[in-house]
């Protein structure tokens, strides 16, 4: 059996998919992106999510907490601009606000550079939240990893933040 790092399709062997610059990078490629896939499908999971929120003793929908931690990222922040952050509609995204809101996690203040728009942030009450959402993530990614080398745990972020600095990077035509 070929070794997946090294080995090349047949068919493609001539091809370089995307810039690729050496000779491997196409079967390094069809290696990595299936479990980068998987990595975000798994962190996006609602039963993951939702048993962040039961761990964090938080009372949010699975559906919200992706709002919560972006407004947490970004705020202020207008409902327009998060939107486009997150990728989602602003219909369904200010639904979910109003609903942050309702929870009292979230507060929508006046733009104070647009006396029309407001800006969304955090209540204290969903910075308290989200500080436990976070410590529920770091629980879990604790027990996920346990087992793993030390070395690895260490290099992990730095690898997950180079790989997300150069597809941005390249996002924004750099």
Known sequence: MADPKTARPAEDADADPAGAGRPDDTAWLAVLIPPLRDLVRAARD???????????????????????????????????????????????????????????????????????????????????????IWDAWARLLGNATADWDSADRDRIPQLLDDLARALTAMADGR
Do not use: C, N, W
Not at 60 to 72: K, N, S, W
Not at 123 to 131: A, F, I, N
């Open 46 to 132: 609602d039963r993951l999510l939702d048993r962040v929120g039961k761990e964090a003793r938080a009372d949010v929908p699975a559906h919200l907490v992706l709002a919560l931690t972006r407004i947490g990222d970004f705020q202020p922040i207008r409902l327009g601009d998060l939107a486009d952050q997150m990728e989602v509609g602003r219909t369904t995204l200010s639904r979910q606000v109003t609903d942050l809101v309702a929870a009292g996690l979230v507060r929508r203040i006046p733009d104070p550079q647009d006396a029309r728009a407001a800006t969304l942030e955090l209540t204290p009450k969903g910075t308290r939240t989200l500080r436990r």
